[in-house]
């Protein structure tokens, strides 16, 4: 994995990490993108406007227009947002990224007290057609009912999306985002719900789950309780999707009353793409541990991580992106020097998203990319 940090002459108060990975073969490099801004915007009365969205729409096309990105595919796009509905309808994405780029906003403010921040995924084009097909999902929500039934109903209209493309969830559908506006109280109705309709398509504990990040977050949409973002993939045999486990260090999600995989790896045929789960200070019999102490809590979730990243046969050091969500905001500056510590060139995005359950302080969640 390569890394390169950036910030931009024009704009000294914006900057991009970037990640890069190339096959044996040389083609079809990948590369993630984390934009974010040091500048907190002056809310003083008579101060100039500091207009963070022109500023970071302005370095994604900078940056985007140079090579060897210029070329890319545009994959995927999440923008981290201080308060979506208002700042939505400002962004004008399709500006940036095409109509086949799936785009997806969340209310998760940034940990460092800005506006908003920006994940771009990107892929080359090879010479060689791709065999297999990627589908990236964004925003599925619906605005009527309750918890359960938002959630059954986003399920449904995904699963239903994905016969048509030839596909379905159980087989195809690698890694999905539930964003939960107040998770504290709506968290047990979405999971009771996800686990009630995965029986009924199949899913159990005698076969297999999804790789999942459930935590607090919005799209923006007041009645709206539950956005889930998905990645499927079609084309991929079985065997070549390894299920992460980490039974050393973590215990299987099913005992305490939730049903997702800890992380998943995606054998192709230049490369294994390793999608880890949010994963937090847990233990293997699915306690919460080093309660009330985010140093203890980060180092014990690093642990984990690390074992899931060895069960895939890779490491810290093919990571190509983490994204890093926090309850408290006074635990900001602690973890933040703790990452920069360990991980200086790795992109990496902090956030403020309360975790599923209240006496978890720290959540993170990445993906990296290994040669074969």
Known sequence: MEYLHHIFLNHPECSVQISSFTPPSG??????MIFQLSKQKNNN?????YDCIAILNSCIQEWLSRDPYRDSER?????????ASVQRSRIHSRELFPVTCAVSFIEQPPANKTEMAVWVYLRDKGSVPEK???FWT???????GNVTQQTRKLLMDYQQWL?????NMKDHCMRTWFFIKDIDTNYAAFAKSRTQYFSEIGMDNATHYIASTGIEGSNGATASYVTMDAYAVSGLDPERIIYLRGLTHLSPTNIYGVTFERGVALQFDDRTQ???????????WGNVIHLDDIRAQTLRMWDNIEVLLHEAGSGFDDVAQIIVYLRR????????????????????????????????????????????
């Not at 994959?75 to 308060?83: E, G, Q, S, T």
């Not at 964004?138 to 009527?144: D, G, N, S, Y």
């Open 132 to 134: 297999y097909i990627h």
């Open 138 to 144: 964004t925003e599925k929500f619906c605005l009527a």
């Open 75 to 83: 994959i995927f796009v999440r923008y981290f947002l201080k308060d």
């Open 163 to 167: 016969h048509i493309k030839g596909c």
């Open 45 to 49: 009365p008579g101060s100039i406007e």
């Open 329 to 372: 905001q006074e635990d900001y500056e602690l973890v933040n020097d703790l990452f920069r510590s360990r991980f200086p060139s790795i992109p990496a995005v902090m956030v403020m998203g309360r975790v599923c359950r209240p006496t978890w302080l720290i959540e993170m969640e990445c993906i990296a990319t290994a040669r074969l």
């Open 27 to 32: 083609e079809k490099s990948e590369h993630h």
């Open 274 to 284: 390793i999608l880890i789960s949010g994963t937090a200070s847990i233990d293997k």
